[in-house]
Structure formats: C-alpha cells, structure tokens
C-alpha cells in the first residue's frame, strides 16, 4: 500500500476494503464494462455499474469526497478531509469508470457539493439527495465552442429574468454526462448582468434536462472515444424558461460558486491521474519482467529501467504535491491553497502522461490497442491538460503566487 503518512485509522481501513473491493469487483470485470456497453445501445445504463453500486452500498464504499468545509454537520458524505479521501480517490481512479460504482464521478462529485455548500434546501431535496441515493446523474454546463472559455469572463449565454421565470439561451459543448439517460439536471452557467463588473455578470443556475428548449446536438468524442454511457454533449438551450427559485447563492454569483466548486474538482482529476499513472507503471513493470527482446527482458535493457525508474520519482513527487494541496484545502481553505492547487492540476496530467507514454512504448502495438487501458488512459490525460483549465492558465496562477508572495506588483508601469 502507498505510504499514506500519519492518516486516521478510518482511512486506513477505507483504502484496505476500497483496494480488496476494486480486486474483487473492477479489474476483473473491465472486459465485461465494455462489452456491456458495446452490445447494444450504447446510451443507456450499464447493469454492470448499477449492480456492482449495490455492492459498494452495501460495503459503506459511497459517497466518500465531500469534505467537512462543504459539509459540516455530516448531513451528505463521509466526513473525510481533502487529505484523508485523496488515497481512495487515487485508488477509484485506477479504473476511469470505477468512480460511479461509489458515487463518487465527476462531475456528479463538483456539482453535489455546489449543492451542498450553496444549494436551498428546495434544491437540496430536489436535486441533492436524489445524486447521493445514485438515483440520478447531473451535467455542468459552461465552455462554449465560439469562445476562449479557459477565461470565464468570455461566456456569452445568457439568463435574462421575466417575472417569476429566467429566460436562458446559449450553445454550449463538453457538457460531460449529459449521454447518461439518467442525467436530470445541468448546472448552467452564464451572465445575468453583462454590465455589471468584470466577475460580477456571471450566475448558475438549475436546468432540469428535461425542459422545453435543451437540445443535445451531438455527443463528442475525445481522440476517438465517445465515454458511453456517460459521454460528452454539444448542447443548445433555445429560450430555455425555468423558476427564479433554481438560481443558485443569487445573481452575480457564479464566479464565487466556481472557485468553491472548481478547487476540490480540480485535486480530484490529479488524485486519480496519480492512480492511472500508478497502474501504468504496475503494467510497464510486468510486461518488462515476461516480455523477451533481443535475446533478454525487456527489463534488462537499461532504457526499460529507466524509464520504470523515472515513473517512480515522477509518480512519488506528484503525489506528494497533490497531498501539500489538499492538507492546505483543509488547514487554510480553497482559495489559499489555489497555487498548490494550480500547481498539481499542471504537473498530475502531464506526470501521467509521461508514465503512461512510457508503458505504451514497452507494451508496442499492444499498447495502443484495446487489449490495455493505456490508449484510453492517454486520451484522458491528455484532455485533462485543457478540463478544469489548461495548462496555461494554472502556471499563470503559480506564478503570480509567488510574485506576490516576494511583493512583486504587476499592476506597476
């Protein structure tokens, strides 16, 4: 087992009955996902997650990621830390959809805690505790494909009030889960004021899925894979009218519930990215040790061992960056901690990403094929270079941290 430092005797036995779970449930049913999703519509549920749900229920294996500070009176989650769940995520995340087994896939995760930390307690009843039970999935609703979304400031969709009602239109795409069937809601994002400040025009807002005027377009695909039965839409919201009552914290607020809601969202990625990398390493590994080229193993060529070598030192680092930040999402709140959380949002993908190239080159054709995981695993990594903000936008953030920090004012001519 990872090192997990000085973590309470809970996580500890968290992360032994999450491991012997994903032992005895995930990895040998990976060929049957795939098969399930494969074999006829492949939007729909597959029975294969809504059974093994049943199971992680059961185990107390469910709703493990919503931290005190978004929950604290213990009403919706686990109770644990920022710090203490980052080894179980890192663990669900060795298996892209293992996540939903446990309730715990984005970007169901972001969006319950928006509810929970800014919801109504209409919304929460409505929406909340319907996405805890695993009843139904939820989408999020922000980038647009005619602007440079990485900057927020650039959404043009708009919610314009009438009456007791709010009048939304816009194009949106990369809306991931809204393939699901049981996808309900959208949280929506877009501008109520487009006079008002700079980071003052923008609110969220409730969309049922099922609401006159949401259209999906077209599902995307991410280097080829489409992510059934969860996918990825292109969506268009035509005079879309839904209550007052579904905005959520007030108008104008959409840039505050984006940093709560980005900061624990963006540590999740890079915790499961350090259990993709994880696995690719396990798998680099073993194909070295059984695998004969050139009259030896592959492990006896010294490029093999460097590059298990290297994986390991990059794998170890990223980890423990992605610890500091989650320690200082707990000590210090989300918005001190948004360098260490820049930071890790940059190095995680590209650490995995990395590793993950590496596996596939001593795997060979194999590697690219659908006989492993690493071709999928490369794709998302790589997507996650650009999802919760590209690399750019994150090193700005660090950079600006430290000038700051050494009293460097960038304002000044």
């Not at 604290?72 to 060795?94: I, K």
């Not at 805890?132 to 999935?137: A, F, Q, T, Y």
């Not at 008002?196 to 409730?206: F, P």
């Not at 794998?315 to 999402?329: E, G, N, P, Y």
């Amino acid at each position: 087992m990872t090192a997990l430092f000085d973590v309470s005797p809970r996580t500890r036995d968290l992360h032994a009955r999450l491991t012997a779970f994903m032992d005895e449930h995930i990895y040998p049913n990976e060929a049957e996902f795939h098969r399930q999703v494969n074999e006829g519509n492949r939007w729909e549920h597959v029975q294969l997650i809504e059974d093994l749900k049943s199971k992680a229920r059961a185990q107390g294996l469910w709703n493990l990621f919503l931290p005190p500070a978004s929950d604290p009176q213990g009403r919706f989650g686990a109770g644990l830390t920022n710090l203490e769940y980052a080894p179980l995520c890192e663990v669900m995340g060795r298996v892209w959809w293992a996540p939903e087994v446990f309730n715990c896939n984005a970007p169901d995760t972001g969006n319950m805690e928006v509810l929970a930390r800014y919801g109504t307690p209409e919304q929460q009843e409505r929406w909340l505790l319907p996405l805890l039970n695993g009843e139904i999935r939820s989408a999020f609703s922000m980038t647009e494909p005619e602007v440079a979304s990485s900057d927020a400031t650039n959404i043009q969709g708009s919610i314009q009030r009438d009456g007791d009602e709010y009048v939304i239109n816009a194009r949106k795409w990369w809306t991931s889960g809204a393939g699901d069937p049981r996808c309900a809601v959208s949280i929506f994002m877009g501008k109520t004021d487009p006079r008002a400040e700079r980071h003052l025009q923008q609110s969220m807002i409730l969309v049922p899925m099922d609401t006159p005027g949401v259209t999906t377009e077209r599902m995307l695909t991410v280097f080829g894979y489409d992510d059934a039965p969860h996918g990825h839409a292109e969506m268009t919201f035509r005079d879309v009218r839904v209550p007052t009552a579904n905005i959520l914290l007030g108008e104008g607020r959409g840039f505050e519930i984006a940093q709560g809601r980005l900061g624990p969202g963006r540590i999740h990625h890079c915790m499961r990215l350090i259990g993709q990398a994880e696995r690719a390493l396990e798998l680099m590994v073993e194909r070295a040790g059984g695998r004969v080229a050139f009259g030896k193993p592959l492990a006896a060529h010294q490029h093999v061992r460097e590059a298990i070598a290297h994986s390991r030192m990059e794998i170890d680092q990223a980890r423990l960056l992605t610890l500091q930040a989650a320690h200082m999402m707990d000590t210090v709140g989300n918005k001190a901690a948004r360098g260490q959380i820049a930071a890790i949002k940059v190095v995680a993908p590209n650490v995995a990403l990395r590793v993950i190239d590496r596996a596939i080159q001593v795997f060979g054709g194999a590697g690219v094929s659908q006989d492993t995981p690493l071709a999928m695993m490369y794709a998302q990594a790589r997507t996650l270079r650009l999802a919760d903000g590209p690399d750019i936008v994150h090193t700005e953030t660090v950079a600006k941290e430290e000038l700051r920090a050494r009293g460097v004012d960038l304002r000044r001519q």
